[in-house]
């Protein structure tokens, strides 16, 4: 979050810590839970992969996010041997 365009300084810092503290929290829960995996989405922020309000991802970010979490669990069922 402390990226996005749309937030002014000093929010988008703040968001952005607040954002890096909850996901730290969610790697401490995945990781205490062999069931769960924490699926970190990479995407570049430029204005193509943004909603044009600047703030949410866009059809484009959402597209690379649902490839990354559908090879996620195709690589989980894959080791279970489903």
Same mark, same amino acid.
């Given at each position: 979050?402390? %990226?996005?365009?749309? %937030?002014?300084?000093? %929010?988008?810092?703040? %968001? ?67």
């Amino acid at each position: 979050m402390h %990226l996005f365009p749309a %937030l002014p300084q000093p %929010l988008r810092w703040y %968001l952005g810590m607040r954002a890096k503290r909850f996901n730290g929290l969610l790697k401490e829960i995945a990781a205490d839970c062999s069931r769960c995996e924490l699926v970190t989405t990479h995407f570049p922020l430029e204005d193509a992969y943004m909603a044009a309000d600047g703030f949410h991802p866009g059809a484009l970010a959402y597209c690379v996010w649902a490839n990354q979490i559908a090879a996620s669990i195709r690589s989980r069922l894959a080791s279970d041997g489903s």
